[in-house]
């Protein structure tokens, strides 16, 4: 079975260096390095920034997710969609605790407070950089893994085991679930952001 999560790594690759530029060419807009500064501007250039990053998320989300789905052995016969995915994001997350769409907008809020407020607008920037950069690391995984539960209940799989990397990082929990059984309506979500245990199918 392929790597999905080498999928998912090269997917926050490219949004990390797509983020990069923005936040770079929003801050420009800003003017932050210049005194006096326009509110109205920020405001309207940093919810401009979230929009377009919330867009490159989905068209790379979807892309992971069509390539997951397909290389997933067993799958159905048809990839997930721009529905699918927009289900996905809607839903409540117990993995990194939120809901995709809530966590956009709180994001952009705090960051266009946070640089309005700031003397040093520039580090409030890089600070809004780095939030997203973990948020889009989590959310890759999830749609990774998603995608690939999906191709096991579209081929009819019933049962699936959970696989561990079966390194030193493994955590206690997921060390307790390796080489456990479970119904594929009933799996435990994973125990925390960035948990890499994959699931396999049991004929």
């Known amino acids: 079975m392929q790597d999905i999560y080498a999928l998912s790594d090269k997917t926050i690759r490219r ?12 801050e420009k807009k800003c003017g932050a390095g210049l005194m006096p500064f326009d509110e109205l501007t920020i405001i309207r250039e ?7 990053l919330d867009a490159d998320n989905r068209k790379a989300f979807l892309e992971l997710a069509g390539s997951v789905y ?4 067993p799958h159905g016969d048809v990839k997930p969609d721009q529905f699918w995915l927009m289900a996905l994001l809607k839903e409540y997350s117990p993995v990194t605790k939120y809901v995709y769409e809530n966590e956009v907008n709180r994001k952009r809020d705090y960051t266009t407070e946070a640089v309005i407020a700031a ?3 520039s580090k409030e920037f890089k600070r ?10 989590a959310y890759s995984d999830i749609v990774a893994d998603e995608a690939a539960l999906q191709a096991f209940k579209d081929a009819g799989v ?3 085991r959970w696989i561990t ?3 030193n990082k493994v955590c206690d929990e997921c060390h307790d679930r390796h080489g456990e059984i479970y119904p594929i309506d009933d799996i435990p979500p994973k125990p925390h952001v960035g ?3 994959r699931l396999e199918a049991v004929k």
Request: hydrophobic share 35%; net charge positive; charged share 35%.
């Open 119 to 121: 003397v040093d607008k």
């Open 70 to 73: 397909n290389g997933t052995t």
């Open 15 to 26: 949004l990390n260096k797509l983020a990069i530029r923005r936040f770079r060419d929003t």
């Open 195 to 197: 948990c890499r245990c």
């Open 46 to 52: 940093v919810r401009q920034l979230y929009a377009d």
């Open 128 to 137: 809004g950089l780095l939030y997203w950069g973990k948020f889009v690391s």
């Open 165 to 167: 990397e079966g390194d």
């Open 158 to 160: 019933k049962r699936v």
